[in-house]
């Protein structure tokens, strides 16, 4: 683990935001630095993936070790969020710093996410002396969180991604502590509303009470996207019940900051609400300002809506359901203008196979409980293209970050006990999965010797 530390906090040390307007440097210097631990770990072929408008992605090859032995594909980014405003961090953000009053924990601008995972991945192949038992594809790409056109490559070199199995590792636990492996995936999309009714604004005083205004047909347009109780009311988005584990109320609180004394909105399980449910968001607004406010009718107005849909809902159909939905709406007989935006599949993983039982097993074995399922509303649009490349690989979700690590927020932080589990659970995984490969590759012979 001092090995593996220091090597986080160097990687972390690295600004790699690969946003437009940040300088490449030290994104190619992050890649660098990663190509390298991988040699010193062992892995003898390392080449760099380059796609237009796409920071490098690191690509590594072990052969497996024998012809009974499955091949993982190991995936993380080594790219970081933007550190977003500077104040409102209690260090600076590419100095790894401890946390006070919170034992191993690092805190830095991409040391959880997704930096403790890439180093995972390299902790699992120091175990092994970089001859783990399984073959290995290292898949790290350096521009995840702008996104790139490398979600849509796996599918056009299916060769290079074959594999029996994938470990993304790009999140982690539910809460510290608690071993979980991800199923889920919300899809995504966007929609945008907008209503005009007037050339242009007129005093409230002589037109308003009879002249159509743009933002009160917009407000109770959006007002129809939800029920008295907070649960979406557009027909057509599936919602299952949540067979897996989920916050408790009190965890969900804290992490959302809810203010005291507010109640939550919707029905139902969280995991209903938050995985296996829509939710519906609106995201932006265009109206007139309260300070620039002058007494008028407003002539136009506009909202963008997010929408996070059930894993397994086909992406357009989501959309469809939100557009159709909204298209209908004629507040005071008056229709709005929809347009579809961008959509993200979700995604559910196949759980039940033997490389699910190899984890079930291994994150035990790591943190020394029965593993959790849940799912996640955030996306991973890689993990489809994977998914794609390699249509018979079962889809592992786990990894060091926890549901406290203030993703994409100021003060991101790690624990290294997750990380040091995460290694644990990596290297029992291979192993575990290697011996069960083996054991179903063998033939069985008529006297039952093998
Ligand atoms: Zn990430």
Known sequence: MDGLRADLERLASIPSVAFPGYPPEPV???????????????????ERIDLADTAPVVYGEIPPPHPDAPTVLLYGHYDVQPAGNPTLWLSPPFEPTPVPGVPGALRARGIADDK????????MLRVYGGRPPVGIKLVIEGQEEYGSPFDDYPPTDPERFACDAMVIADLGNLRPGTPTLTTGLRGACEVMVEVRTLAEARHSGEFGGAAPDALLVLLRALA???????????PGLRRDPWEGAT???EEFRRLASVRDGLPLIGTGSLGERLWSGPAVTVIGLDAPDVAGAASAVVPYARAKLNLRFHPLQDAKEARGALVKHLRAQRPFGIPLTV????????FEARTGGPAYRAALTALKEAWGTE????????????????????????????????SMCNLHAPNERVLLSEVRNTVVAMAAFVREYAAD???????????GRQ
């Open 116 to 123: 403790s995972n890439v180093i995972a991945h390299l902790g």
């Open 371 to 402: 593993a959790s399922y849940v799912a996640t509303g955030g996306s991973i649009p890689l993990v489809n293209g994977l998914a794609r490349a390699a249509p018979g690989a079962e889809v592992l979700l786990f990894g060091a970050q926890d």
């Open 28 to 46: 190619e210097e992050a890649h660098d630095l990663l190509v390298s631990l991988l040699r010193e770990a062992g892995v003898p072929t390392i």
């Open 224 to 234: 129809t996207l939800h029920d008295e109780h907070g649960d979406v009311a557009v």
């Open 247 to 249: 916050y408790t109320e």
């Open 339 to 346: 347009t579809p935006g961008d959509t993200g599949p979700g």
């Open 437 to 447: 490969f083996r054991a179903r590759q063998a033939p069985s012979s008529p006297g």
